[in-house]
C-alpha cells in the first residue's frame, strides 16, 4: 500500500528529472572543459544524453534505479511486479536503442551515474579515446 495517495504520487513522480540530472551536467562540464563539443538535442534512438555527431559517437548517462545497475539496483518492496515490469522494459529499450544506433553506424557509450560521480577521469578517458580515434 502506497503512504501517499495517487495526486501526490503523481506529483513526486513528475518531479524526477529525464534529462540535465546531475551526472550528466558533471560529465558535460567536463567534456566542455576537455574542449569537446557535443549535442545534447537529438532524435537518435534512445534520446541519448550527449552526441558527437561528427565523430558518431552516442553517449548515455544511465540512472542505477531507472537502468537497473548490477551494483546498486534494488527492486522497491512494494508493488514490486510493477516495478520490475517497468524497470525491465527500460532494460530491454536500452538494449534495442544500441542495437539501432550501432545499425546506423554510431559508436555508442554507456556510462552508470556512479561511474561519473566515482571515477570521471576514467570516464571521460574512455570518451577521449573515443573521440580521437573514430573516423581519423
Not at 22 to 30: D, F, G, M, V
Not at 82 to 106: H, M, P, T, Y
Not at 111 to 131: D, G, P, T
Request: hydrophobic content about 35%; aromatic content about 12%; overall charge positive.
Amino acid at each position: 500500500m502506497d503512504v501517499l495517495d495517487q495526486k501526490q504520487r503523481s506529483y513526486n513522480m513528475s518531479r524526477i528529472k529525464s534529462r540535465d540530472t546531475k551526472p550528466e551536467l558533471i560529465l558535460r562540464k567536463a567534456l566542455w572543459d576537455e574542449g569537446l563539443r557535443y549535442r545534447i538535442k537529438n532524435k537518435l534512438p534512445g534520446k541519448p544524453d550527449v552526441v558527437f555527431r561528427k565523430k558518431k559517437i552516442a553517449i548515455f548517462v544511465d540512472g542505477c534505479f531507472w537502468h537497473k545497475c548490477p551494483k546498486h539496483f534494488k527492486l522497491p518492496k512494494t508493488r514490486t511486479d510493477f516495478w520490475r515490469d517497468k524497470i525491465q522494459s527500460n532494460v530491454d529499450r536500452d538494449k534495442k536503442s544500441v542495437k539501432e544506433l550501432e545499425v546506423a553506424g554510431w559508436y555508442v557509450l554507456r556510462f552508470w551515474e556512479h561511474e561519473i560521480a566515482n571515477n570521471l577521469e576514467q570516464v571521460m578517458s574512455k570518451i577521449s579515446n573515443a573521440y580521437h580515434v573514430l573516423n581519423e
